[in-house]
């Protein structure tokens, strides 16, 4: 079975500009949460979606968004990028998103922003 | 809300020798606990969880950590580490009962393992 599948893998972007994530879960995994990774911050809950709908949002600004489609894929957007958004963003799938599950991440998307 | 600690950032340890390496949390809710791996230029894979029952855990790779209520603590250890054992190890939790998956992580601590 294939494991999550985050594309692209890099991706270097100008202050102001828009970017979009995306992110395939696992097969039959119905939850998708997006985490952000730094060196000062550390692992951060960015969101969670699961049958569409977003279920737990982490405590980040508006200009971070996301969605999630029927096939269960997810895309997270970022709008007018800071310097600062500069990260690893990391997805994970699970089967229906209960607490105890596990998640599965995918390998990650590094964002530099100039 | 959760927070994790993971008291050292940094441990150096040489090949075949012994590694614990300790977290602490403070929640005012229970909550399940978690030890991922992150190798370099990689995702997180989970290594091992307590949800209930022995508070001894055992995970992959021979892993283990002790869960200690009184104390908060989740500390990971391994009897003899190799040089692959090399990444970085993060404690995280998460609320029972609470709606959906959002982990709460500790800082991280970066073993290395010397030959």
């Known amino acids: 079975k294939a494991g999550v599948t985050q594309t692209p893998r890099y991706l270097i972007k100008t202050r102001g500009q828009q970017v979009t994530l995306s992110c395939s879960p696992i097969?039959?995994?119905?939850?998708v949460s997006w985490y952000q990774q730094t060196p000062g911050q550390g692992l951060q809950f960015l969101f969670e979606?699961?049958?569409?709908?977003?279920?737990n949002k982490g405590n980040f600004p508006g200009r971070f968004s996301g969605r999630q489609f029927s096939n269960s894929r997810s895309e997270m957007n970022v709008s007018t990028l800071e310097l600062g958004d500069s990260a690893l963003y990391l997805c994970?799938?699970?089967?229906?998103?209960?607490?105890?599950?596990?998640?599965?991440f995918g390998p990650g998307t590094r964002l530099l922003v100039l | 809300a959760q927070s994790v600690t993971q008291l050292d950032s940094q441990v150096p340890v040489f090949e075949e020798a012994p590694v614990e390496l300790r977290c602490n949390y403070s929640?005012?809710?229970?909550?399940?606990l978690f030890w991922y791996v992150q190798y370099p230029n990689q995702g997180l894979q989970l290594l091992l969880k307590?949800?209930?029952?022995?508070?001894l855990v055992k995970g992959i790779n021979g892993f283990e950590a002790e869960f200690n209520k009184s104390q908060t603590s989740f500390h990971l250890r391994k009897p003899s580490v190799h040089i692959s054992d090399t990444a970085e190890y993060f404690c995280?939790?998460?609320?029972?009962?609470?709606?959906?998956?959002?982990?709460?992580f500790g800082g991280g601590t970066r073993v290395l393992v010397k030959p």
């Open positions: 994970a799938s699970s089967l229906a998103g209960n607490y105890q599950e596990t998640q599965y």
């Open positions: 097969s039959g995994h119905r939850s």
């Open positions: 979606y699961f049958s569409e709908t977003q279920r």
């Open positions: 929640s005012s809710v229970s909550v399940y």
């Open positions: 307590y949800l209930s029952g022995s508070t």
């Open positions: 995280a939790v998460s609320p029972i009962r609470a709606a959906g998956n959002k982990l709460t």
